[in-house]
């Protein structure tokens, strides 16, 4: 079974940067995506950013797109998600998920419910 650790969150005041990286115990291959979601206080969850290992395919969520890269280091077994011009409204305990997938849909690539495996979260704070 695979386990799934993320760390890089932190605070940052707004425009700055953050990269969070989400490790993998396990071997991922390309019948896995990876997708990062993050809740804030009083909020539901919300998917940020997918991809399918191994593939070109991502998706965004509207609100990050443009600021936010998915990327996948496969040899580490590793999956970062590079923040860019973060706003107060970016802060959220950050959480990767993976689940089983030979394609990613445009309808599941951010549907929560469809991952099975979820990490513990690193909290990213942006201040005005």
């Known amino acids: 079974q695979v386990h799934l650790m993320e760390s890089g969150g932190g605070s940052v005041q707004a425009g700055g940067s953050l990269r969070l990286s989400c490790a993998a115990s396990?071997?991922?291959?390309?019948?896995?995506?990876i997708a990062w979601f993050r809740q804030a206080p009083g909020k539901e969850r919300e998917g940020v950013a997918s991809?399918?290992?191994?593939?070109?395919?991502?998706y965004y969520a509207d609100s990050v797109k443009g600021r936010f890269t998915i990327s996948q280091d496969s040899a580490n077994n590793t999956l970062t998600l590079q923040m860019n011009n973060l706003e107060p409204e970016d802060s959220a305990m950050y959480y990767c998920?993976?689940?089983?997938?030979?394609?990613?849909?445009?309808?599941?690539?951010?549907?929560?419910?469809?991952?099975?495996?979820w990490g513990q979260g690193t909290q990213v704070t942006v201040s005005s």
């Open positions: 998920a993976t689940k089983t997938c030979f394609r990613l849909s445009s309808s599941q690539a951010l549907l929560q419910l469809t991952y099975s495996t």
């Open positions: 396990g071997y991922l291959d390309n019948s896995y995506c």
């Open positions: 991809i399918h290992v191994g593939g070109p395919s991502t």
